[in-house]
């Protein structure tokens, strides 16, 4: 992603459907309270299927920001699987540090 840096943007870090809403009909994000600088990469797998995530693709084009579609979905991909991890390790760390079970509850 070195390549992109125009892809360098205020990010919310954790998009999901949940956190939009409809004011005189424009989205409105909320739930900024992870937002950062960085690629906007990281906002689209939580949010975008991956035909949603070539017609965003499509937009940023005629916008002037033209990525390769076979490089679009490398780097999309590549944060799809980032973020797999990244929520994997909230579960993770739930699991290690909750109560034990009793042995009957097993």
Known sequence: MKAEGTSLTLINTDLIPGDTRSIDGRPILIDWDQAAYGSFYVDLPNYFSV??????????????LDILPAVFMDHFHEVRRYMGLRYLEVGLQAWRYSSPRKKHEQ
């Open 51 to 64: 035909e949603t995530a070539l017609c965003y693709r499509d937009a940023l084009a005629e916008l002037g």
